[in-house]
């Protein structure tokens, strides 16, 4: 069984840079079976997907968003991260990394909270 | 980009309930509707996707139908611990988009 974990700082100052790590055990992210998606929630709200990755490093953002993201992959360390500059208290949230299943997202990380506050 | 709108967004029901969630998307997306039950604290988990397949390992009491822009999800026989928050999301184009969710309260 899969599985991820999410890792980062949990409070980052606005204006600079968030940036995530997610580490994927007992499967590959080298697998051409699967992209590796990056999705946010702030509290009491739905969810909002941030964008995702394929094994070949092509990626696919959020238009919303996509001004500001990167998603890169670490085959080496079977890592996927996420950086998210010039942040402001609307980018505070729980960030889940998942499996991405093409069209759906079949196995998530626990999240990690990330607070934007000075 | 394609909105998804979910209601009702709260239900109250009581264990051994039938219960029904409606999700519209604001374009046609075929069949590639999934829903996602999340527990307070918890990471989202799928429950179905295509519309109407069930994850492994998800009881039989949850199903899914509906196409192009209307879909539902019904859990027959309420348990205690369905009683959360269900989320659909269309799988059709990107941006993936997910509804606002529908809070599953105990009456």
Partial sequence: QVQLQESGPGLVKPSQTLSLTCTVSGGSVSSGSYYWSWIRQPAGKGPEWIGRIYTSGNTDYNPSLKSRVTISLDTSKNQFSLRLTSVTAADTAVYYCARDRVFYFDQWGQGALVTVSS | ?107
Wanted: glycine fraction near 8%.
């Fill in chain 2, 1 to 107: 980009d394609i909105q998804m709108t979910q209601s009702p967004s709260s239900l109250s029901a009581s264990v051994g309930d039938r219960v029904t969630i409606t999700c519209r998307a604001s374009q046609n997306i075929n069949t590639l509707l999934n829903w996602y039950q999340q527990s307070p604290g918890k990471a989202p988990k799928l429950l179905i996707y295509a519309t109407s397949k069930l994850q492994s390992g998800v009881p039989s009491r949850f199903s899914g139908s509906g196409s192009g822009t209307d879909f539902t999800l019904t859990i027959t026989s309420l348990q205690p611990e369905d009683f959360a928050t269900y989320y659909c999301q269309q799988g059709f184009s990107s941006p993936r988009a997910f509804g606002q969710g529908t809070k599953l309260e105990i009456k």
